[in-house]
């Protein structure tokens, strides 16, 4: 346990740092994911195929259409993500990002058949009022900005991921991962394509940052992530889960010197709180 625990954890650091390693990568946002997703998928295809395992993916056709449509969302999250760190910081883009969760609780009961409860409800607001907080002050001075749209968005395009992920039950673990990030490279590919042709500048100086956010943030990261999860309650691995935009913050403030204001840190209080809280009374929820 006291393994699994550890291995969790640092994925989740890792995670936490994507945005750090990115600022040092002098590409677009969808080149920043063509590159991240295509070495975490072929390292991640080699750790499936040196630990014997088994394609079984297809044998739940429904489900590996599910799995499909989630890859291609989270290719289309980090596009936007990415972006939005470009326009408007790693600190205000992660905390739009981790709206997702929030956004999934809202569906669920749509989807899901989930009750919404006080509690779902309450977090959802205090999501919503921390949301208010972090970017009311650039919404009254610029209004919706492009790097603002490129935040929500991320966080509804996690939604769908997380959403047609859970639909795919008989797809777990490592493959999962594996074709979550193989499906994405492909998707950012065509995506690539249509835009720009085959043409892919590649900077010398950026090797070691996508080599490193390839390997380690992605590959190694949904390894650990992926290889631990099954080994701990869920409760805990959701909780744990707040360590990434944690971690996210900290690392934005100690490296790039990006600071929240008093109002912004309040938001950002409420809206890792608010999502956490709603997170944590998932698990109580009876089904309609």
């Avoid at 740092?17 to 998928?41: D, H, K, M, P, Q």
């Avoid at 590959?219 to 360590?243: D, K, R, T, W």
């Avoid at 900290?250 to 008093?262: G, H, K, T």
């Amino acid at each position: 346990m006291k393994q699994a625990y550890l291995k969790l954890i640092s994925g989740f650091l890792l995670f936490g740092s994507n945005g750090i390693v990115a600022s040092y990568i002098l590409l677009t946002s969808y080149e920043v994911v063509f590159s991240r997703t295509l070495i975490g998928s072929l390292f991640l295809i080699m750790i499936h195929i040196l630990s014997k395992g088994k394609f079984r993916s297809w044998e739940n056709k429904k489900h590996f259409c599910c799995v499909i449509v989630s890859g291609a969302a989270m290719s289309g999250s980090w596009m936007f993500l990415y972006e939005a760190y470009k326009q408007i910081g790693v600190s205000v883009a992660t905390l739009a990002y981790y709206c997702g969760p929030v956004i999934v609780m809202a569906l669920s009961p749509l989807v899901f058949r989930e009750r919404l409860t006080k509690a779902k409800i309450f977090g959802l607001f205090a999501v919503l009022t921390g949301m208010l907080l972090v970017n009311g002050s650039d919404l009254l001075r610029g209004g919706f900005s492009w790097g603002l749209f490129c935040g929500v968005m991320s966080a509804f395009m996690y939604a769908l991921m997380v959403i047609c992920n859970k639909k795919a039950a008989s797809i777990t673990g490592l493959e999962n991962s594996m074709w979550q990030l193989t499906v994405s490279f492909f998707a950012v590919a065509v995506f690539m394509l249509i835009k720009q042709g085959a043409a892919f500048p590649f900077p010398l100086h950026s090797i070691l940052p996508i080599l490193f956010l390839g390997v380690v943030n992605t590959g190694i990261g949904c390894y650990l992530y992926f290889s631990s999860i099954h080994q701990l309650p869920v409760q805990s691995v959701a909780i744990l889960g707040y360590l990434e935009p944690l971690s996210a913050l900290i690392f934005s403030a100690a490296l790039l010197q990006e600071r929240l204001s008093f109002i912004q840190a309040a938001g950002a209080v409420l809206i890792l709180g608010g999502a956490a809280f709603g997170e944590f009374f998932h698990f109580h929820v009876k089904k309609g």
